[in-house]
């Protein structure tokens, strides 16, 4: 499966412990997103790496969360002394990059998504 | 603030028959929209997008339509069929530097067969 995957796929801690979620994207792809997704809404964007570099961050992300991509390829997700309103689920995206100026790129911010973490704080 | 809205939480259709689930948007300065589609406990599956010089594309069953001035975009599924079924994300995204995606808050599918 050349897919983005995510591991654990299910998380269950208690409140005040820290938690590390992993993804792996598709290889070739150099950019890599994270999302939490809470019942009943959509995807939010928390940050993004463009190959080993982290660009962009949310200003959901605390500072309680940190995210890596050391050597451009998987991507860690850590949240400390969580919360039970981290309680979520965690995606992982990837993509190839961005191609502007190609009009009539229909596919150039595609994202690919994988399964996903999902986190209980009790 | 939601940048993207989708104001339909659920729809039902005869197998079939056409779905067609809207979606609304507020930043003039998104230039590319996308629809996902999300089954219980997978991540969303990229389905069908547009960027902003079209006005349509279309994909087999599936086709999208913007309409810039009304900052509207729908998805129109013909024929509807029961594994159709799900949660569908509409998204977009700008020309900055993340190109992170909006998503609007989803639209559950039922195909009836």
């Known amino acids: 499966d050349t897919g983005v995957s995510q591991d654990p796929r299910h998380k269950i801690t208690k409140r005040g412990q820290n938690v590390t979620f992993r993804c792996d994207p598709i290889?070739?792809?150099?950019?890599l997103y994270w999302y939490r997704q809470t019942l009943g809404q959509g995807p939010e964007f928390l940050t993004y790496?463009?190959?080993?570099?982290?660009?962009?961050k949310s200003r959901l992300l605390s500072d309680r969360f940190s995210a890596e991509r050391p050597k451009g390829s998987f991507s860690t997700l850590e949240i400390q002394r969580t919360e039970q309103g981290d309680s979520a689920m965690y995606l992982c995206?990837?993509?190839?990059?961005?191609?502007?100026?190609?009009?009539?790129?229909?596919?150039?911010?595609?994202?690919?998504f994988g399964p996903g973490t999902r986190l209980t704080v009790l | 603030d939601q940048q993207v809205k989708q104001n339909s939480p659920s729809l039902s259709v005869q197998e079939g028959r056409i779905s067609i689930l809207n979606c609304d948007y507020t930043?003039?300065?998104?230039?590319?929209f996308l629809w996902y589609k999300k089954y219980p406990a997978e991540g969303p599956t990229f389905l069908i997008s547009?960027?902003?010089?079209?006005d349509k594309n279309e994909d087999g069953r599936f086709t999208v339509f913007l309409n810039k001035s009304a900052k509207h975009l729908s998805l129109h599924i013909v024929p509807s069929q029961p594994g159709d079924s799900a949660v569908y994300f509409c998204?977009?995204?700008?020309?900055?530097?993340?190109?992170?995606?909006?998503f609007g808050t989803g639209t559950r599918l039922t195909v009836i067969p």
């Open positions: 995206a990837s993509s190839p990059g961005t191609f502007f100026g190609l009009a009539g790129a229909d596919s150039y911010n595609e994202q690919f």
């Open positions: 290889s070739e792809h150099n950019r």
């Open positions: 790496f463009q190959n080993e570099a982290q660009l962009e």
């Open positions: 930043n003039s300065m998104f230039d590319y």
């Open positions: 547009i960027s902003s010089i079209k």
């Open positions: 998204a977009a995204s700008g020309r900055t530097g993340a190109n992170n995606l909006f």
